[in-house]
């Protein structure tokens, strides 16, 4: 029996915003009492880009140094992503997300397959929780948590992946795709201008004794059941319009909630939480139930991953993903339904995610 191959992560640093962020400014999180659970700190979007090496100069260390210099500085036109959650008011029962510039986590990991035998692997779905670092969000001190996680992973031979890790209360995935595709356009800016062609202090190379290799943790990069960083459900994403009232959201997600059980072949949910999340106002989460007859007025238009733009990001010259893998990581114990409020378009995104049979 072969040894199980393992996936080292080899260091873990922070990006923070270049420019220091105005005091006083927070993400409120609206919750009805108990609504908050600990499994939605828990919950996040995760997304996954395969890399090719394209040339010899492109190396994921170099990668990885260079994403450092350029998040910081795209990080300014976005606080909240470099946010931490925290409890807000005396007693204890409010939330936000305070823009204080604590940083994204930059993960840098090392895989003992190659790239094309992990994407040829009938279980890489599962797999991809190894490749898009999260760890768990502290219920008590919520604010020593990181919500935003980037890790680059070299693999045997020629090929790299980028994953994302985002929890649901920082960033809605229409509003983090937004961001990625932003900072992938700085990131080539700063490239063209010759910013980013010395490798920061993120570069291991510099310290690593290549005959004693350092890892932080290493795990199996096998699909474990039991593994509850492992996703274990399904989404389905639909658009709307946005000429609804707020006091509608509600019903239009029980369309979508419908809908969806449907199309899965999914047993009905009585019960579901629903996030509301608007940038500009804030994010509203709140218990619902499912009491409506199976109909709707309005015609449910499905949409889907690849209509966000990661397929087009962009690190190093002109070396697009080869394959981009999204998934809502729902933690709830039942149905997660959020609606994503994008600033100045017509249309609105609701996703619903289900656990799997």
């Known amino acids: 029996m072969s040894a199980a191959k393992m996936l080292h992560v080899d260091a873990i640093q922070t990006a923070t915003p270049g420019k220091v962020t105005a005091p006083g400014q927070a993400r409120r999180i609206s919750a009805a009492p108990g ?3 600990p499994e939605l700190l828990q919950s996040r979007f995760q997304a996954v880009l395969y890399y090719s090496k394209a040339s010899e100069k492109e190396s994921p260390l170099d ?6 210099v350029s998040l910081s500085a795209a990080l300014p036109d976005h606080p909240v992503l470099a946010g931490r959650l925290r409890r807000d008011g005396e007693d204890g029962e409010g939330w936000e997300v305070k823009f204080n ?16 035998e992990l994407m040829n692997s009938g279980d890489v779905r599962d797999k991809e929780s190894k490749l898009a670092y999260w760890e768990e969000v502290d219920m008590e001190m919520p604010n020593f948590s990181a919500l935003f996680y980037i890790q680059v992973t070299q693999f045997e031979g020629d090929g790299y992946t980028i994953g994302i890790s985002c929890s649901l209360l920082l960033a809605d995935p229409l509003f983090l795709a937004n961001f990625l595709k932003s900072w992938a356009r700085t990131h080539a800016q700063m490239l063209a201008q010759g910013r980013l062609t010395e490798s920061p202090i993120f570069h291991l190379s510099y310290f690593e004794r290549r005959d004693h290799p350092h890892h932080i943790k290493s795990t199996k990069l096998e699909s474990n059941p ?4 492992s996703p274990s459900s399904s989404t389905m994403l639909f658009k709307v319009n946005r000429n609804l009232d707020a006091q509608s959201y509600d019903a239009f997600a029980t369309a979508c909630l419908q809908e969806t059980t449907e199309r899965l072949g999914a047993k009905p949910v009585p019960n579901f939480y629903l996030m509301i999340s608007d940038h500009a106002t804030g994010l509203k989460i709140e218990p619902c139930a499912d009491a409506s007859p199976r109909s709707s007025s309005r015609a449910l238009d499905v ?7 990661l ?8 070396n697009k993903p080869l394959h981009v893998s999204c998934q809502v990581v729902s933690r709830v114990d039942g149905c997660l339904a959020m609606v994503m409020i994008p600033e100045g378009q017509m249309e609105c995104v609701v996703s619903v995610t289900l656990p799997k049979a």
């Open 101 to 116: 510039d604590s940083g994204v986590r930059l993960v840098q990991a090392t895989a003992e397959v190659s790239m094309a």
């Open 311 to 318: 397929d087009e990001l962009v690190f190093a010259g002109t």
């Open 63 to 68: 990668v990885a140094a260079w994403m450092k």
């Open 35 to 37: 609504a908050l659970r």
């Open 303 to 309: 949409a889907w991953w690849d209509q966000f733009g």
């Open 226 to 229: 039991t593994d509850s960083s």
